[in-house]
């Protein structure tokens, strides 16, 4: 799967994940936190691709 398809995935389940939770339920806080932090590092990984590609064509 590519990181852009990767990333939407997981933006789709941070998505749900907000719906469903409960805020009472500290475990679906944490799952939640779990997804962003996936997030997250799946956008820096993008943005250092982004920068790696951009230092080779300008090579």
Sequence with gaps: M?????????IQHAASSITMANVEDLSDIEGLESVLDDIASCIEEISDLSDSLKSETAS
């Design 2 to 10: 590519s990181d852009s398809g990767k990333l939407k995935d997981l």
